[in-house]
């Protein structure tokens, strides 16, 4: 079965920055576009970030753009998202999600497993 | 950005009843739309993709339709573990989710 486990997340300070992972488990995490996704609490599902299978094409939300890198490395299964100059905005449940397809194009662009999420609280 | 507009935001509903769950998009989507189901700390859950076609292990009771700006979910029989929010999503064009409709039981 299909398992995404995220970890690093907690709290911190405005303008200080953290490392969330995603570890993936049963399937060829090397032919995936994996995803970030956050939600702040009470609130609705915000896309934040997209990996390519083989980084090649990334994708951000313009609401991280320039302050959090994502990035993957295929022989370890794990994703990650470097956030950085963190905002009391930025305070959310991050979810890792997977790729629907490996197939390109944008009908494969679907998020289809999900993990348990990591809360990350940006507080004085 | 393609905005997603869901409606109504919250959807009361007696068990066994029928729930229809409309999604617009700002512009065309083509059928790169899917829906996915949440309950309180919980993950959200793949329900529909390709506007229409069912996850694996998703009921037959769930079922969407649309194509380019307009889209439905329908629940055709309300089971109890069917109250939860839902989520329209298009891929279309980068990603963007709607904001939600709750459905409770009324």
């Known amino acids: 079965e299909v398992q995404l486990v995220e970890s690093g997340g907690g709290l911190v300070k405005p303008g200080g920055s953290l490392r969330l992972s995603c570890a993936a488990s049963?399937?060829?995490?090397?032919?995936?576009?994996m995803n970030w996704v956050r939600q702040p609490p009470g609130k609705g599902l915000e896309w934040v970030s997209s990996?390519?299978?083989?980084?090649?094409?990334?994708y951000y939300a313009d609401s991280v753009k320039g302050r959090f890198t994502i990035s993957r490395d295929n022989a370890e299964n794990s994703l990650y998202l470097q956030m950085s100059s963190l905002r009391a905005e930025d305070t959310a449940v991050y979810y890792c999600?997977?790729?629907?397809?490996?197939?390109?194009?944008?009908?494969?662009?679907?998020?289809?497993?999900w993990g348990q999420g990591a809360l990350v609280t940006v507080s004085s | 950005e393609i905005v997603m507009t869901q409606s109504p935001v919250t959807l009361s509903v007696s068990p066994g009843e029928r729930a229809t769950l409309s999604c617009r998009a700002s512009?065309?989507?083509?059928?790169?739309l899917a829906w996915y189901q949440q309950k309180p700390g919980q993950a959200p859950r793949l329900l529909i993709y390709?506007?229409?076609t069912r996850a694996t292990g998703i009921p037959a009771r769930f079922s969407g339709s649309g194509s380019g700006t307009e889209f439905t979910l329908t629940i055709s029989s309300l089971q109890s573990e069917d109250f939860a929010f839902y989520y329209c999503?298009?891929?279309?064009?980068?990603?963007?989710f709607g904001q939600g409709t709750k459905v409770e039981i009324k």
């Open positions: 999600a997977k790729g629907g397809s490996i197939l390109t194009g944008p009908a494969s662009r679907y998020f289809d497993y």
């Open positions: 049963a399937f060829n995490f090397n032919s995936y576009t």
């Open positions: 990996i390519s299978s083989s980084s090649s094409h990334i």
């Open positions: 512009q065309s989507v083509s059928s790169n």
């Open positions: 390709g506007a229409s």
């Open positions: 999503q298009q891929y279309n064009n980068r990603w963007t």
